[in-house]
């Protein structure tokens, strides 16, 4: 039987109200109700809620199973607990994946965090595009990646974090560095350094509309290297907003109303060891945190 799906069954139970259950384990509604009725199915079409008006209550069955899932979580959580206390000088190793610039910032704060509260948890880092790192989420090279795609495959399950906002890092004596704020027709015909793998493809649907293909001149895997390339004016980048910061040479400046929308990447239905869970659980909650606190008006 599915842990996840006896999981949220717990909480839901507990709530009985569809929404407020999804919101507190971080997953869509419809993905709830579809958990609900498969764990259903696989007790043989018992019911183990029933509507009254717009909400539910457990039924009689769904009481005698809340009883003995509740006992059964307990039992596996003190199990591990024990496990984990058992073994307590053994490492714990996190394998994340980041898209480029995505280590600056909050998540590279969340991780030291993480190190410091805990001292058997260890990293280890991949960065590279959405589309190479949802591959080693498939293949369990990694336990989540943090993207800035999603696609259809019903294998991973994807939580979306929030969204960083795109800037460009100029030369200090381009033209355009006294400008508050760009458009991408300002710079589409600008000598391009593309920074990794997935940061120079978007910029052409960023452009559309502009009679000009885009230039790139040269393409780097790394921050340092592209603003070693630009402080020497051979061109421009494109770069998020966890990437700024005070540097000889550059002149950072804003892409007006242009977003790029991240996403908690795991393999669905995947069992994550408490340790990797927690971090990935308390990571998504602080960047939801801090994405809320810049978009209300009374934090402005």
């Given at each position: 039987?599915n842990?996840?799906?006896?999981r949220y069954?717990?909480?839901l139970?507990?709530v009985?109200?569809?929404?407020l259950?999804?919101?507190r384990?971080?997953?869509?509604q419809?993905?709830l109700?579809?958990a609900?009725?498969?764990?259903?199915?696989?007790?043989?079409?018992?019911?183990?809620?029933e509507k009254?008006?717009?909400?539910?209550?457990?039924?009689?069955?769904?009481?005698?199973?809340?009883?003995?899932v509740?006992?059964?979580?307990?039992?596996?959580?003190?199990?591990?607990?024990?496990?984990?206390?058992?073994?307590?000088?053994?490492p714990?190793?996190i394998?994340?994946?980041v898209?480029?610039?995505t280590?600056?910032?909050t998540?590279?704060?969340?991780?030291?965090q993480?190190?410091?509260?805990n001292?058997?948890?260890?990293?280890?880092?991949?960065?590279s595009?959405?589309?190479?790192?949802?591959?080693l989420?498939?293949?369990?090279?990694l336990d989540?990646?943090?993207?800035?795609?999603?696609?259809?495959?019903?294998?991973?399950?994807?939580?979306?974090?929030?969204?960083?906002?795109?800037?460009?890092?100029?030369?200090?004596?381009?033209?355009?560095?006294?400008?508050?704020?760009?458009?991408?027709?300002?710079?589409?015909q600008?000598?391009?350094?593309?920074?990794?793998?997935?940061?120079?493809s978007?910029?052409?649907?960023?452009?559309?509309?502009?009679?000009?293909?885009?230039?790139?001149?040269?393409?780097?895997?790394?921050?340092?290297?592209?603003?070693?390339?630009v402080?020497?004016?051979i061109?421009?980048c494109?770069?998020?907003e966890?990437?700024?910061?005070?540097?000889?040479?550059?002149?950072?400046?804003?892409?007006?109303?242009?977003?790029?929308?991240?996403?908690?990447?795991i393999l669905?239905?995947?069992?994550?060891?408490?340790?990797?869970?927690?971090?990935?659980e308390?990571?998504?909650?602080?960047?939801?945190?801090?994405e809320k606190?810049?978009?209300?008006?009374?934090?402005?």
């Open positions: 039987m842990y996840n799906y006896l069954f717990s909480v139970a507990q009985e109200h569809y929404t259950a999804a919101a384990l971080g997953i869509s419809p993905s109700s579809s609900i009725h498969h764990l259903e199915d696989e007790l043989g079409g018992v019911k183990l809620f009254t008006g717009r909400n539910i209550r457990l039924t009689e069955e769904g009481r005698y199973f809340q009883e003995k509740d006992m059964a979580l307990r039992e596996l959580n003190n199990a591990s607990m024990t496990l984990r206390d058992s073994s307590a000088s053994a714990v190793v394998r994340l994946g898209v480029s610039g280590l600056h910032g998540v590279a704060q969340s991780i030291s993480t190190m410091q509260h001292a058997r948890i260890h990293f280890h880092i991949t960065e595009s959405a589309e190479e790192l949802m591959d989420v498939r293949q369990e090279k989540m990646a943090i993207v800035n795609d999603t696609n259809r495959d019903r294998s991973l399950h994807f939580r979306r974090l929030g969204l960083r906002s795109s800037w460009v890092a100029l030369p200090q004596k381009h033209p355009l560095r006294k400008e508050p704020f760009l458009v991408p027709q300002q710079i589409s600008e000598p391009q350094i593309a920074f990794q793998y997935d940061m120079k978007p910029f052409s649907q960023w452009a559309s509309g502009v009679p000009a293909e885009e230039n790139v001149v040269c393409t780097v895997n790394s921050a340092q290297a592209a603003f070693d390339l402080a020497a004016g061109g421009i494109l770069i998020s966890d990437c700024v910061r005070d540097y000889p040479g550059i002149r950072f400046l804003p892409v007006k109303n242009w977003h790029q929308a991240l996403y908690m990447c669905y239905d995947k069992w994550l060891e408490p340790p990797v869970w927690g971090f990935g308390e990571l998504v909650k602080t960047i939801r945190t801090l606190e810049k978009t209300d008006p009374q934090n402005r």
